[in-house]
Structure formats: C-alpha cells, structure tokens
C-alpha cells in the first residue's frame, strides 16, 4: 500500500521522537510503503523531519496554511490552531494530497501524525504546482523592452532541453533548432516579415489597419538570437506509431515543442516572440533547409526588461481574450451550459467579453464570396456543406438544422467581438430557415457582447 504521512511538529523535535510516531502510525495503517510525508509550510526545514523523510526514502512536500484550512480535518485541535493557524496539520496535510485518510491523528510530546492512502499518484505540492500554473499564466509573446545581454550557454541548454523533451507522435521528435545569430541572416529575415507586415496591412479596413499601424509584430533584429523550429514530417519512416491516420500530428509534436520552449524560457527570465509574418518557403530559402524541412515557428529570443501582466494584443485593445465558458462542451458541440438561447441573451453573454473594438463588418449570410473579395470590411458566412476553396473573407459555417445555425450565429458574433469588432452589418443573401436562425443567433451573440448590429 502506498502511504502518504503527516506530520504537524513543533521546532526542534527529535528524529527519535517523530521516528516512533511515525512507525507506531504507519503499523497501524498495516504497515505500507510510505512515499510521501507531508507537513505545513515552514517546517521543512526541522533536521529531525528531513532525517526521517530520508529514512524512509520517501519525498517531503509541504502544504501552506491556506491550502490546509481548506482540508476540514476530522480530530481537530485548538491548541494546533493557535500554534499554526490551523485546526489540524497532520490530518489536512495527509487529505490535502488527495489521499484517503486511515490512521486519523496519532500524538507524541512534540509532535502529531496522521496516515492516508494514496489512491492515485499525488501532484505536486501547492507551492510548486501553482509555480507551474504560474509560469503559463505569465508566458507572454514579447516583442518589445528586450535588452543588450547575452543568453549564457548554460540557459539556453535548459531551455532547448524543454523543448526537446516535448511529447511527439510515435516518439518521432520531429524538430530541430535552427539557432541564428547572424545579423546579416537576420536582415533577410526581417525584410520578408516587413514585406508580409505591409500586404497584411494593405488587405484591412481603414480603422483596422490604423490600430495595425500601432502594433509591433516582431523582434528580429532587437533579439541577440533567433530560433527557427522546423518539422520533418516523415522523421521515424514508415510506421511511426500514431501518425499514420492523421499526418497532422507531426506538426503537433513540433508546435508543443515550441510551447515547451516558451515556458522554459519564460521561467529563464528570457522574452519569445513568435513571428508568423512570413511565407514559411521564403526563410526555409532563406536559411537553406534541405527541401523535406519545413518551418514550424521563427522565435526571437533575448533578456528583456519586464514581461507584461497581459499579451500586448488585449493591451492594446485589438483583441480580447475568450472566456474559458466558450472553449468547453459537455458531451456534445454546443453544450457548453452558457448558450444556445436566442431569446436568451443573458445567456448567450455569460461569461460574455464587452466588444473590445469598433470595426465595423458587413456579415453576408449565403452569397459567393468571389463578389466580395475585394471589400475588406466583408465577411461572406458560408452555410453550404461543401468546404469553400478559398478561406479568405469566408467563413464556413454548415448548419445542419437552423437550431444550431441558431448556435454558430451565436458563436460568431462573440468570437469577431472579441477580434475588435464593434458593428456588425448583416445581410441575408440565402433565403432558408438555416440563414435565418443564424442570423439570429448574429443579433443574440451580438447584444450579448455589446456589439451594435444593423441589417
Ligand atoms: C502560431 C503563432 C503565431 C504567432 N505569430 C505572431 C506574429 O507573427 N507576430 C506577433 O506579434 N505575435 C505573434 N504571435 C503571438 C500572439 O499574438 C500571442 O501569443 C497572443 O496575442 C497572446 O499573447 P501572449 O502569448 O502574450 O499570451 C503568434 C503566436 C502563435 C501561437
């Protein structure tokens, strides 16, 4: 049986003392393999408790007072409560862990135990787990504020080793890391993503393209050093286990690599900035990749001066980040337990972001989008079932009844709210119940974000 210990002590308890409290709980647990003993923040540090931790062999993880009171345990002590805040360590400890109690709080002179049975594996504790949730929360995509210091080779082998250490289809690890350094290389670079930063400038709205014109989109030439991370799609031959029906995964492995990347370096202290702002041939060429090597992500790497509190594009107010709500389903598209509702716009705006923006789009609902391609304030949603060639100014939306049109009408007026549209024109080219009920889900999805809509 697998044991989680816990121990509430006071400064200064002997190895001796905790060791026969120790023994004298986990025997009657029946005895089992102790893996983890567990104590209140703080007291990690006793010579006696670490001795017995090593003793057993066994890691030592501690809990904060917060995270304790939150784990009611069931022998309570007020003197305990005085002495840390807490009713109970060796109890809320042992339960905070996730583990089943079975010896409730045994007591020595000095000290108090407590034994759980661990069901399942354990997860870090509190303090490193929320470093982990901590170092997601502030990765950012940098593209400003960097500053004139090397990245030491010893970091920057930490973060590549993250990277590396990615999961990946079949284990085929398809990366690899290109490290460029080279101003010149980076000039060629730069120029490619200044000459895709003007055609996507060229293809906005007027007041789009001026908030645009506001934005940095890169750190080439600001960065000392930047990483192409490509893909070898066909790395491991033939019967690489898990890709062979679905190619795609192979450009997975290679992205998670990069988020591996990211994080790490965030922890680093080092600023990335992604940069997409190419034909990805175009710095293949550029860098001289054999043909089979394809890119995946251009990073620029460096120390930068701070990392900011939110990503530059809601800052900025260009976009807005989407509720977590939107993202989750239960069982089926569409349950996400917040929608769905036309007639429901409280509902339809749980959760809702307020329009970040003003752009005003003119929605076709039907139409051909070839009669649109040159207005770039249109946005032609197309219901049919077929998957239109071109993406660009369309929107595939295939209803199949017009309850879920109802839904995706709902869906795409959020979603364009929170890419900094704040009008939304509607016209109805297609006349059939499937057009309708999507533009009323338009209009719910729409009020629900503050979204004025006209049409
Ligand atoms: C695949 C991908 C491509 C990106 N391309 C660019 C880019 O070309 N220029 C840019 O400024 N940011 C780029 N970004 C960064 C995003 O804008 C950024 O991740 C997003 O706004 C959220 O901000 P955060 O990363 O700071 O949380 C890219 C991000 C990803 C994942």
């Given at each position: 049986m697998k044991l989680v210990v816990g121990v509430g002590l006071r400064s200064g308890t002997s190895y001796r003392e905790l060791r026969d409290l120790v023994d004298a709980t986990v025997a009657a647990a029946g005895g089992g393999d102790v893996r983890v003993v567990v104590t209140v923040e703080g007291r990690e540090t006793e010579p006696g408790l670490q001795r017995l931790a090593a003793f057993l062999d066994a890691e030592l993880h501690t809990t904060p007072v917060s995270e304790l009171a939150r784990h009611p345990a069931p022998t309570p002590g007020p003197r305990v409560e005085r002495l840390t805040g807490t009713p109970s360590v060796a109890e809320s400890a042992v339960l905070a862990t996730g583990a089943e109690l079975v010896v409730p709080k045994r007591r020595s002179v000095n000290a108090t135990a407590a034994v759980g049975r661990m069901a399942a594996a354990p997860g870090y504790p509190p303090t490193e787990r929320d470093v982990v949730h901590r170092v997601i929360a502030e990765r950012r995509d940098v593209r400003r504020g960097f500053v004139d210091r090397p990245i030491a080779d010893d970091v920057l082998t930490r973060v590549l080793e993250s990277a590396h250490r990615a999961p990946s289809v079949g284990l085929s690890q398809p990366w690899d890391f290109v490290l460029i350094r080279d101003l010149a290389t980076r000039r060629k670079i730069h120029d490619l993503a200044g000459a895709q930063r003007d055609a996507f400038a060229a293809s906005l709205p007027p007041d789009r393209r001026q908030a645009f014109d506001g934005l940095k989109i890169e750190a080439i030439l600001d960065t000392p050093l930047n990483i192409a991370v490509t893909c070898d799609?066909?790395?491991?031959?033939?019967?690489?286990?898990?890709?062979?029906?679905?190619?795609?995964t192979t450009w997975f492995s290679a992205a998670i690599a990069i988020q591996n990347l990211w994080l790490a370096a965030r922890a680093e202290g080092l600023g990335v900035g992604w940069v997409s702002f190419f034909e990805p041939g175009e710095v293949a060429a550029v860098l001289d990749l054999p043909a089979h090597i394809e890119l995946v992500g251009y990073l620029c790497v460096g120390h930068v001066e701070e990392f900011a509190a939110a990503p530059e594009l809601v800052r900025t107010g260009w976009a807005a980040r989407r509720p977590l709500a939107w993202a989750v389903h239960h069982e089926q598209w569409g349950q996400r337990g917040v929608t769905s509702i036309e007639h429901d716009a409280a509902r339809a705006g749980e959760n809702a972001v307020r329009a970040v923006g003003r752009q005003r789009v003119r929605v076709i609902v039907g139409g051909d989008p070839a009669d649109y391609l040159d207005h770039a304030d249109a946005l032609v949603v197309h219901l049919g079932a077929d998957k239109p060639i071109a993406d660009f100014g369309v929107l595939w939306r295939p209803a199949r009844t017009p309850v879920e049109a109802v839904e995706l009408g709902v869906e795409v007026a959020r979603d364009l709210a929170l890419q900094g549209v704040g009008h939304l024109a509607l016209q109805t080219v297609e006349q059939s119940e499937v057009a309708d009920g999507l533009v009323r889900g338009l209009r719910a999805g729409a009020r629900a974000c503050g979204v004025d809509w006209s049409g």
């Amino acid at each position: 049986m697998k044991l989680v210990v816990g121990v509430g002590l006071r400064s200064g308890t002997s190895y001796r003392e905790l060791r026969d409290l120790v023994d004298a709980t986990v025997a009657a647990a029946g005895g089992g393999d102790v893996r983890v003993v567990v104590t209140v923040e703080g007291r990690e540090t006793e010579p006696g408790l670490q001795r017995l931790a090593a003793f057993l062999d066994a890691e030592l993880h501690t809990t904060p007072v917060s995270e304790l009171a939150r784990h009611p345990a069931p022998t309570p002590g007020p003197r305990v409560e005085r002495l840390t805040g807490t009713p109970s360590v060796a109890e809320s400890a042992v339960l905070a862990t996730g583990a089943e109690l079975v010896v409730p709080k045994r007591r020595s002179v000095n000290a108090t135990a407590a034994v759980g049975r661990m069901a399942a594996a354990p997860g870090y504790p509190p303090t490193e787990r929320d470093v982990v949730h901590r170092v997601i929360a502030e990765r950012r995509d940098v593209r400003r504020g960097f500053v004139d210091r090397p990245i030491a080779d010893d970091v920057l082998t930490r973060v590549l080793e993250s990277a590396h250490r990615a999961p990946s289809v079949g284990l085929s690890q398809p990366w690899d890391f290109v490290l460029i350094r080279d101003l010149a290389t980076r000039r060629k670079i730069h120029d490619l993503a200044g000459a895709q930063r003007d055609a996507f400038a060229a293809s906005l709205p007027p007041d789009r393209r001026q908030a645009f014109d506001g934005l940095k989109i890169e750190a080439i030439l600001d960065t000392p050093l930047n990483i192409a991370v490509t893909c070898d799609a066909g790395r491991g031959g033939r019967h690489v286990l898990g890709r062979h029906a679905d190619p795609r995964t192979t450009w997975f492995s290679a992205a998670i690599a990069i988020q591996n990347l990211w994080l790490a370096a965030r922890a680093e202290g080092l600023g990335v900035g992604w940069v997409s702002f190419f034909e990805p041939g175009e710095v293949a060429a550029v860098l001289d990749l054999p043909a089979h090597i394809e890119l995946v992500g251009y990073l620029c790497v460096g120390h930068v001066e701070e990392f900011a509190a939110a990503p530059e594009l809601v800052r900025t107010g260009w976009a807005a980040r989407r509720p977590l709500a939107w993202a989750v389903h239960h069982e089926q598209w569409g349950q996400r337990g917040v929608t769905s509702i036309e007639h429901d716009a409280a509902r339809a705006g749980e959760n809702a972001v307020r329009a970040v923006g003003r752009q005003r789009v003119r929605v076709i609902v039907g139409g051909d989008p070839a009669d649109y391609l040159d207005h770039a304030d249109a946005l032609v949603v197309h219901l049919g079932a077929d998957k239109p060639i071109a993406d660009f100014g369309v929107l595939w939306r295939p209803a199949r009844t017009p309850v879920e049109a109802v839904e995706l009408g709902v869906e795409v007026a959020r979603d364009l709210a929170l890419q900094g549209v704040g009008h939304l024109a509607l016209q109805t080219v297609e006349q059939s119940e499937v057009a309708d009920g999507l533009v009323r889900g338009l209009r719910a999805g729409a009020r629900a974000c503050g979204v004025d809509w006209s049409g």
